[in-house]
């Protein structure tokens, strides 16, 4: 086979799958981990409230366990950072002024 045609068949291949790459290592690690966090914590409630349906667990204990998963859910929450005027949610902390209003932060 031509030495030519392998390596322009790899750098085609490379053209091909880049964007999953670039996809994949540089936006997933913005967005995605305080979301799994999020999704972590609720699916943690979650159990717990189950727990506390079928009486595994009595309800002082439900509480005792719930507290911390709420408090991190907040600060969750504050980190996000959300527009004081019309609250919509920032996908980038460093911005000035909001995406959606134009106000100042
Ligand atoms: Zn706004």
Request: hydrophobic share 45%; aromatic share 10%.
């Amino acid at each position: 086979m031509d030495l030519l045609l392998v390596f322009y068949s790899l750098v085609f291949i490379l053209i091909l799958v880049s964007p999953f790459f670039l996809n994949h290592f540089i936006f997933s690690k913005s967005l995605i981990p305080d979301n799994n966090e999020r999704k972590i914590l609720l699916d943690n409630l979650r159990d717990l409230k189950a727990e506390l349906d079928t009486g595994k667990i009595n309800f002082e204990e439900f509480e005792n366990l719930s507290i911390p998963i709420t408090e991190k859910l907040e600060a969750l929450k504050v980190d996000i950072h959300s527009c004081k005027s019309c609250g919509y949610e920032l996908k980038n902390i460093n911005v000035k002024f909001c995406e959606n209003c134009g106000a100042k932060l």
